[in-house]
C-alpha cells in the first residue's frame, strides 16, 4: 500500500519532467507569488511540509487536525510591487473547508502613446484571485483536496478573467518517533486566459516533496521538486529550528529559479498567533523582498 501511495505522487512529476519544456510564456504568474512568510522563509517548499495557515503549494494537506486556521500576508516587493493574501480554514472530523484571496498591485506604471520625455499617465495594475478549497481525509494517514480559483486581471482600461483548479495529496506516517511526509500537486490546471485579442496558457505547475518533523529537537526540513510546465526544474530546501518555545528560525535555498535562490525568516510565536517574517534576495540588481504575515492556529 506504502508503494501505492508514492507512485500516485511521485509519477505525475516525473511525467511532467519529461512531457514539456521550455514551450510557452505564461499569463497570470502572479499566481506563483508566495502567500506565507513562513512558505517563503523556507524557500516555498509546503508540497510535502505544508503549514496549518497556509495550503497554497498543496491543498490535499488537510489531515493536519481539527480546529480553525487563518493566515494574513502582506508582502513588500521590488518596483512598486505590493502584494496581500488571507487564507482561512475549518477542519472538522475528516472534512476540510478552507477560502483563499490574493491581492497583487503594481503601481506607477507609464503610459506613452508616443515617444515622449513625460507619460501621458500612470496608473496601477491589478491581478487577484478568489479560492475555494475542499478537503476528505480518506484514510487515517492520507489526504487529498482540490482548489477552485476565480481570477482577474486589470491592466489600465483593459480586464479579464478565468478559472484554474489545484489538486493536491498528503501521506503521513510516524517512524521511529518522527512524522514522515509526502505530498504531490498539480496547480493552476485550466483552460487558456484571453487578454485583449491574445490567448495565453496557465502557469500550470507540478509539485512533489518530501517533509520530516524532528521531536528533540524540534526541527523540521523538507525538500520540493518543482516542475514548472513552461520552464526548467527547480529543487527547493528549506528547514525550520524551534530555538526557544517562542522563536523559530527558518531557512532555504531553491535551485534552477532563474532570480533567487537563498531565503531567510523567523517566527515569534504567542499561544496561537504566530508573527512571521521572511527575507528574498533577488539578483539582477531587482532589490529584496520583505514578507510580513499573521498566523494562528487553534489545534
Known amino acids: 500500500m506504502k508503494r501505492l501511495y508514492i507512485s500516485i505522487i511521485i509519477v505525475p512529476i516525473l511525467w511532467a519532467s519529461c512531457a514539456f519544456g521550455l514551450d510557452y510564456e505564461p499569463s497570470s504568474i502572479f499566481l506563483l507569488r508566495p502567500q506565507s512568510a513562513e512558505q517563503a522563509a523556507m524557500a516555498e517548499i509546503g508540497t510535502g511540509l505544508p503549514s496549518h495557515n497556509c495550503l497554497q503549494f498543496n491543498?490535499?494537506?488537510?489531515?493536519?487536525?481539527?480546529?480553525?486556521?487563518?493566515?494574513?500576508?502582506?508582502?513588500?516587493?521590488?518596483?512598486?510591487?505590493?502584494?496581500?493574501?488571507?487564507?482561512?480554514?475549518w477542519r472538522k472530523m475528516n472534512f476540510t473547508l478552507g477560502v483563499d484571496f490574493f491581492l497583487s498591485n503594481i503601481s506607477g506604471i507609464e503610459k506613452r502613446s508616443a515617444a515622449t520625455p513625460e507619460p501621458d499617465y500612470v496608473f496601477t495594475s491589478h491581478s487577484l484571485y478568489l479560492g475555494f478549497l475542499a478537503g476528505y481525509t480518506v484514510l487515517q494517514r492520507v489526504s487529498i483536496g482540490m482548489r477552485v480559483k476565480?481570477?482577474?486581471?486589470?491592466?489600465?482600461?483593459?480586464?479579464?478573467d478565468g478559472t484554474v483548479l489545484d489538486f493536491g495529496i498528503l501521506v503521513r506516517q510516524k517512524f521511529l518517533n518522527q512524522t514522515f511526509t509526502l505530498g504531490g500537486a498539480i496547480l493552476n490546471f485550466g483552460q487558456d486566459f484571453r487578454f485583449i485579442?491574445?490567448?495565453?496558457?496557465?502557469?500550470?505547475?507540478?509539485?512533489t516533496g518530501i517533509g520530516v518533523e524532528f521531536n528533540d529537537p524540534s526541527f523540521k526540513v523538507g525538500f520540493d521538486f518543482i516542475k514548472p510546465e513552461f520552464d526548467d526544474f527547480q529543487y527547493a530546501f528549506g528547514g525550520e529550528y524551534n530555538v526557544v518555545e517562542w522563536l523559530n528560525l527558518r531557512a532555504g535555498y531553491v535551485a534552477g529559479h532563474d532570480s533567487r535562490s537563498?531565503?531567510?525568516?523567523?517566527?515569534?510565536?504567542?499561544?496561537?498567533?504566530?508573527f512571521n517574517y521572511a527575507f528574498v534576495p533577488y539578483r539582477y540588481k531587482w532589490g529584496f523582498s520583505h514578507l510580513i504575515s499573521f498566523g494562528y492556529s487553534s489545534s
Open 59 to 89: 491543498p490535499g494537506a488537510t489531515v493536519l487536525g481539527d480546529g480553525i486556521s487563518a493566515n494574513l500576508m502582506y508582502n513588500f516587493h521590488f518596483q512598486d510591487i505590493r502584494t496581500n493574501s488571507a487564507n482561512l480554514y
Open 150 to 160: 476565480w481570477l482577474y486581471e486589470r491592466i489600465d482600461y483593459d480586464d479579464a
Open 197 to 207: 485579442e491574445y490567448q495565453f496558457r496557465m502557469p500550470k505547475v507540478y509539485r
Open 262 to 274: 537563498v531565503t531567510a525568516g523567523l517566527s515569534l510565536l504567542y499561544r496561537n498567533i504566530s
